[in-house]
């Protein structure tokens, strides 16, 4: 049992968490890097069936994210239903063949053709899961009146990063779709008006044969600048 007490009236628990020493924190930190350093986004899915519990879990951590000031400013709807997915391929497919078609610049293509991706969206038939995040601009109390949340871009960007990790944990591949304009996911899955739609994540396995780019990711050196003092 934890110790317990009030500040200013508020609840307040005791934490601890298990630390480790020097030796052992290199070998787990540099451990961690590699294991991430595995993970990539994916577009070549296996239809596959991955069970409801995985999706319920790997939301949970996603949910586990900080947020401000701990509004958890989020909504996950993860979508298997064939119908709703084809659906959403479609739409998504309209709104990908402007943008391929007119709507990105030059410039914009040119730096997508190392990734290859054009309008055509079959994995989001073919992933066996859709996870879309919703962020929550507000809250409305029982009066009826508007509550900002806080920092919703930050807080539900970060709880992306939590799923993917927790995806990559579970041994099944994703890719952080943006299809834009994205409003027609709001609509096709009924949300409440203070909900945006933030990101499109299919979740499954890789298909048996699956390419991804040959790309590099930066070096330390190129990403981080430290400032030690003497
Ligand atoms: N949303 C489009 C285009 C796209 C944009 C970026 I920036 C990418 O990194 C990848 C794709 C699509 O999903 O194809």
């Not at 069970?51 to 994210?65: D, F, K, M």
């Not at 029982?142 to 993917?164: D, P, R, W």
Request: charged share 25%.
């Amino acid at each position: 049992m934890s110790a317990q007490k009030l500040i200013d009236g508020y609840p307040f628990i005791s934490y601890t968490h298990d630390s480790f020493d020097p030796p052992q924190m290199k070998a787990q930190a540099a451990s961690f890097q590699q294991w991430m350093d595995k993970r990539r986004t994916v577009r070549d899915f296996a239809d596959t069936p991955v069970p409801r519990e995985v999706i319920a879990n790997i939301i949970r951590t996603a949910s586990t994210a900080p947020s401000g000031a701990h509004k958890q400013p989020w909504t996950f709807c993860a979508i298997s239903d064939p119908a709703l997915k084809k659906i959403i391929r479609e739409e998504a497919e309209k709104e990908e063949y402007r943008s391929y078609n007119g709507r990105m610049p030059q410039e914009w293509l040119n730096d997508l053709k190392p990734l290859q991706t054009d309008w055509q969206k079959p994995f989001l038939e073919v992933a066996p899961w859709l996870i879309v995040m919703f962020k929550r601009i507000y809250e409305t109390d029982e009066g009826g009146k508007k509550h900002n949340n806080y920092y919703v871009q930050e807080s539900i960007g970060i709880a992306a990063g939590f799923m993917l990790a927790a995806i990559h944990h579970a041994g099944l591949v994703a890719l952080t779709h943006t299809p834009s304009p994205m409003n027609f996911l709001a609509d096709i899955l009924q949300r409440p008006e203070n909900e945006k739609p933030f990101l499109l994540v299919p979740v499954g396995y890789p298909a048996e044969t699956c390419w991804v780019p040959d790309i590099h990711r930066k070096p330390l050196e190129d990403v981080a600048v430290f400032y030690e003092g003497k």
